[in-house]
């Protein structure tokens, strides 16, 4: 059984910043490419960032800058370190994993960003 449990969210001021991680169990996470997208109210979920198996990384205009991917393959962990941080970045944040046509998600961790 494929698990992705998101922790780190939380509150933030603007300008502050939040570490997500996510850890995956039920499948082979080196071989995986595994991202972090976001959806907030009364908008669509985006891919804001993206990191692959040999860990080339990519992430939306948004984020440029701010966000950061990085993965441990040993601990099975993927993390977003999110500096910078807006009111606009609040949204529920979920983990993602893909390989081909095979995709997962987790249940997703809260991110508010207010002063």
């Known amino acids: 059984q494929v698990q992705l449990v998101e922790s780190g969210g939380g509150l933030a001021q603007p300008g502050g910043s939040l570490r997500l991680s996510c850890a995956a169990s039920?499948?082979?996470?080196?071989?995986?490419?595994m991202g972090w997208s976001r959806q907030a109210p009364g908008k669509q979920r985006e891919l804001v960032a993206i990191?692959?198996?040999?860990?080339?990384?990519n992430y939306a205009d948004s984020v440029k800058g701010r966000f950061t991917i990085s993965r441990d393959n040993a601990k099975n962990t993927v993390y977003l370190q999110m500096n910078s941080l807006k009111p606009d970045d609040t949204a529920v944040y979920y983990c993602?994993?893909?390989?081909?046509?095979?995709?997962?998600w987790g249940q997703g961790t809260q991110v508010t960003v207010s002063s």
């Open positions: 993602n994993a893909f390989l081909g046509s095979q995709g997962y």
């Open positions: 990191i692959t198996s040999d860990g080339s990384t």
């Open positions: 039920g499948i082979i996470f080196s071989t995986y490419a």
